[in-house]
């Protein structure tokens, strides 16, 4: 059966820092793209960041650019996401996301329809 975890998430202080990470089963994920999500109360899920399947190649929304960090570590089939100058609006579900292309494809990694596996979440809530 495959799954993706995620852990990591909690309460923070605005200004603080949280690493999130996402343990794949059931098969390998080292060919597959992989991504964050996070959806919002009230909200539609957005798209966060995403990696290739090499590390290489990242991709990051606006709105995190220069405060999120994302890896990958492909020997322990787990990515992460390094969040850091957290802000009370990054409050959310965050959700990994595994896309089997492999390929990184920036015009297309934000869509949620070109993922195939999704865990089920980790709630980040950041007060003010």
């Known amino acids: 059966q495959v799954q993706l975890v995620e852990s990591g998430g909690g309460l923070v202080q605005a200004g603080g820092s949280l690493r999130l990470s996402c343990a794949a089963s059931?098969?390998?994920?080292?060919?597959?793209?992989m991504a964050w999500f996070r959806q919002a109360p009230g909200k539609e899920r957005e798209f966060v960041a995403a990696i290739s399947w090499s590390g290489g190649s990242t991709h990051y929304a606006d709105s995190v650019k220069g405060r999120f960090t994302i890896s990958r570590d492909n020997a322990k089939n787990t990515v992460y996401l390094q969040m850091n100058s957290l802000k009370p609006k990054d409050t959310a579900v965050y959700y990994c996301a595994a896309d089997l292309r492999g390929v990184l494809r920036p015009e297309v990694v934000a869509d949620e329809g070109e993922y195939d596996y999704w865990g089920q979440g980790t709630q980040v809530t950041v007060s003010s």
């Open positions: 059931g098969r390998t994920f080292s060919t597959d793209t």
